[in-house]
C-alpha cells in the first residue's frame, strides 16, 4: 500500500516562496516515477512537474520552467518542489503523486497513487 505524505504548504505574496516535500511509503523500486500536479480554479487538475527517482530526470510544465524546481532523496523516499518566483496562478490544491507515466501530449501525465494534498495560497 503506498502511501504519499505531502507538507510545506502556506500563504505567500506573490513572489514569494515554498517548499513542497512529499515522504512516500510503501513505495517499491518498480514505482520510479513520481509527480506535483495541482488543481486551481479551474475543475481539472494539471499536471506539475515530475521527477524519475532512478537517473532524477526531471520535467515541468512550461508555466513553472525556471521557477520551479524538483529534487529528491532516494534513500528517504523524499521527493520536494521548490517554487520561487510564485504567481497568483500559482495557487491551489498541490498533490504528491507516484507510478506516473507520460501521456501523449507534452504536459499530460498519469499517476496510480496521490497523496491527500497540501494548499499553496499566493496573494497579491
Known amino acids: 500500500q503506498v502511501q504519499l505524505l505531502e507538507s510545506g504548504g502556506g500563504a505567500v505574496p506573490v513572489g514569494g516562496s515554498l517548499r513542497l516535500s512529499c515522504t512516500a511509503s510503501?513505495?517499491?523500486?518498480?514505482?520510479?516515477?513520481m509527480a506535483w500536479f495541482r488543481q486551481g480554479a479551474q475543475p481539472a487538475r494539471e499536471w506539475v512537474a515530475t521527477?524519475?527517482?532512478?537517473?532524477?530526470?526531471?520535467y515541468y510544465r512550461r508555466s513553472v520552467e525556471g521557477r520551479f524546481t524538483l529534487s529528491r532523496d532516494n534513500t528517504k523516499k523524499t521527493m520536494s518542489l521548490q517554487m520561487d518566483n510564485l504567481k497568483l496562478e500559482d495557487s491551489g490544491m498541490y498533490y504528491c503523486?507516484?507510478?506516473?507515466?507520460?501521456?501523449?501530449?507534452?504536459?499530460?501525465?498519469?499517476?496510480?497513487?496521490w497523496g491527500q494534498g497540501t494548499q499553496v495560497t499566493v496573494s497579491s
Open positions: 521527477i524519475y527517482l532512478g537517473g532524477g530526470s526531471t
Open positions: 510503501g513505495y517499491s523500486g518498480g514505482h520510479n516515477c
Open positions: 503523486t507516484a507510478d506516473c507515466t507520460p501521456g501523449n501530449t507534452p504536459e499530460r501525465w498519469y499517476a496510480n497513487y
